[in-house]
């Protein structure tokens, strides 16, 4: 053999000798990474279902979830600031007599477990009646609560004088405005009249709105009623409106104005109607004996009608 293949037989068994000597990670070392990587991924994917689990458990058991309706008072939980109580939207949701505090106790009890103290497959309690917690009581009693509308509608065609006076039946009332197109259902009639009241909300007295018949499109007008001011269930009673002062129109049309001189009554849905301070109060059988305070006066809830004590 001579030099040359001596050296071509140790050459490969050099390199093997200096790739077996190179520096690197041990097998042992690439183990224990991977080993350390694995623990942190499993720790991760822990930590994130059972943050994913608690947030399903809270979304899902929102009785519906922010589209549904805990408290079944037609508010959604999204926009309901008492999601747990049954109120009304001119309230936001919540009953007239709620405190902030009572609102953010009810707030903090559909976000707990279950949502508004509610098991699935229950119904939460109403029928005219809320529970009303009061901060630093350990029970709750039961309040009544009146239905509230914002706004009432009286139709009719008033225009010659053997029209007038008349009775009538009030067409609508309406948890916000008459003709204002943000309550479904509150349209004025026909539509004639929607977006042609004022919609400013009262402090003191109740609105009125007005639609007088005409073929080629009602007439539109509203008044103000004096707080006290009672629409009767079973008989007709005048508004004791003062046109004077406290009848508007924004066309400035004056026929509507007739049919506040006619005598006028509630429909069973709402009950015998009282105004105070910007909203009428229905009185219904659910509110049988409840009273209301208007002013310094005190009205009683008897046989679906409101009496003056």
């Not at 009061?134 to 008033?158: C, L, N, T």
């Amino acid at each position: 053999m001579g030099k040359r293949d001596a050296e071509k037989e140790i050459l490969p068994d050099n390199r093997g000798v200096m790739m077996r000597n190179k520096k690197g990670l041990s097998p042992l070392g690439i183990i224990g990474s991977l080993l350390v990587v694995a623990v942190v991924v499993i720790l991760f994917l822990f930590i994130l279902n059972k943050w994913l689990s608690s947030q399903s458990d809270i979304v899902g058991g929102q009785i519906g979830g922010v589209q549904g309706d805990a408290d079944k008072d037609s508010i959604r939980n999204f926009f309901d600031k008492c999601p747990c109580t049954f109120g009304d939207s001119i309230s936001d949701g919540c009953p007239a007599i709620f405190t902030e505090e009572q609102k953010k106790e009810d707030v903090k009890k559909y976000n707990s477990e279950p949502p508004c103290g509610i098991v699935a497959g229950e119904a939460p309690v109403r029928i005219g009646t809320t529970t009303v917690e009061h901060v630093g009581r350990e029970e709750p009693e039961q309040a009544i609560q009146f239905k509230k509308y914002q706004s009432i509608e009286i139709f009719g065609d008033a225009i010659d004088e053997e029209d007038l006076p008349k009775d009538g039946t009030i067409r609508l009332a309406c948890t916000g405005f008459v003709g204002g197109e943000v309550v479904p259902d509150c349209h004025s009639e026909d539509n004639d009249c929607d977006g042609e009241f004022n919609l400013q909300p009262l402090k003191d007295g109740c609105w009125v709105m007005a639609s007088e018949d005409d073929n080629e499109g009602n007439d539109c007008g509203q008044a103000r009623v004096d707080d006290g001011t009672i629409i009767p269930l079973r008989e007709f009673k005048n508004l004791k409106v003062d046109v004077i002062n406290n009848y508007l129109s924004l066309p400035n049309e004056g026929d509507p104005k007739n049919i506040f001189s006619w005598r006028w009554k509630s429909k069973d849905e709402y009950g015998s109607l009282l105004c105070n301070k910007g909203a009428w109060y229905g009185c219904k059988e659910v509110n049988e004996g409840k009273t209301k305070q208007v002013n310094s006066l005190t009205y009683k809830c008897t046989g679906s009608e409101w009496v003056k004590q």
